[in-house]
């Protein structure tokens, strides 16, 4: 059984919204690890997005998103979610949700043993 499920991704233009969920399977919680979002394009390696700690106090992101993209949690749902404002053709990739081994956000994909499957963005220009 995958552990997270992804949704929410998409074919969108330049400067458009989307908003991407990941929610954990039936009968899991992840309320006390630190949940984050990667990305890889195509032919390119993995890239830490987005982190939030434990009790989403406290965030982290990629340069290239701060300020355009917001990562939030729902503990009663077990649901992650990534707000993408204002969003650029160089966003386009497969993007995944994980969850990982530490409370506190990490960036590094091998401390996030709980992947989901990843879902498609596309912008177009």
């Known amino acids: 059984q995958v552990p997270l499920v992804e949704s929410g991704g998409g074919l969108v233009e330049a400067g458009d919204s989307l908003t991407l969920s990941c929610a954990a399977a039936?009968?899991?919680?992840?309320?006390?690890?630190?949940m984050a979002w990667f990305r890889q394009a195509v032919g390119k390696e993995r890239e830490f997005v987005a982190g939030i700690n434990w009790s989403g106090t406290a965030k982290d992101y990629v340069d290239s998103v701060k300020g355009r993209f917001t990562i939030s949690r729902d503990k009663a749902k077990n649901t992650v979610y990534l707000q993408m404002n204002s969003l650029k053709p160089e966003d386009t990739a497969v993007y995944s949700c994980a969850a990982g081994r530490y409370s506190n956000v990490v960036r590094q994909p091998r401390d996030y043993p709980y992947w989901g499957q990843g879902t498609q963005v596309t912008v177009s220009s």
């Open positions: 039936a009968g899991r919680t992840f309320s006390g690890n630190a």
